[in-house]
């Protein structure tokens, strides 16, 4: 949490209640959240909160890379965990939703300098594995 704390206020972002209590929500749960489950919690607290405000507050976590947001194709949308274990990527079950993570990145630096020959600054990215979990395997579409 203090760690947390201090990425923000380095990136000179106010300690709000709301921000507090999304911080709470994603570290209270060390499995995947949806959005509406965060708000849930942050409710508890902070009775006013509105989704929006929510999604505002997890894009900043994003941008910063304290968060992991995990494109699934579930109904409920996007999944959020905190990136405390450091940079990594998730398997998504296309049946079930269920989620893993994997401990490997599997994008190496060269393709990052070729980005760079372009011109492009790289801030991070996003990469995820969709497929069938173990339960899900047998299913046929
Ligand atoms: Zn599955
Ligand atoms: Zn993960
Ligand atoms: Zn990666």
Redesign the pocket.
């Known amino acids: 949490m203090e760690k947390i704390i201090k990425v923000l206020r380095e990136n000179g972002y106010k300690i709000t209640p709301q921000r507090r209590a999304v911080i709470l929500a994603l570290l209270k749960c060390d499995k995947f959240l949806t959005v509406q489950q965060i708000l849930d919690f942050v409710k508890q607290s902070n009775p006013d909160v509105s989704l929006d405000t929510v999604y505002r507050n997890l894009d900043i976590f994003v941008q910063l890379g304290l968060v992991?947001e995990i494109h699934t194709n579930n109904r409920e949308g996007n999944v959020f965990?905190l990136m405390i274990s450091g940079h990594?990527h998730?398997l998504v079950c296309l049946k079930c939703g269920e989620m893993e993570?994997m401990e490997n990145c599997p994008v190496n630096d060269r393709y990052f300098e070729e980005a760079e020959k372009k011109g492009f600054a790289v801030k991070r990215h996003i990469f995820e594995v969709y497929g069938y979990c173990k339960n899900c395997k047998e299913f046929k579409e």
């Open positions: 992991h965990e990594h998730h993570c």
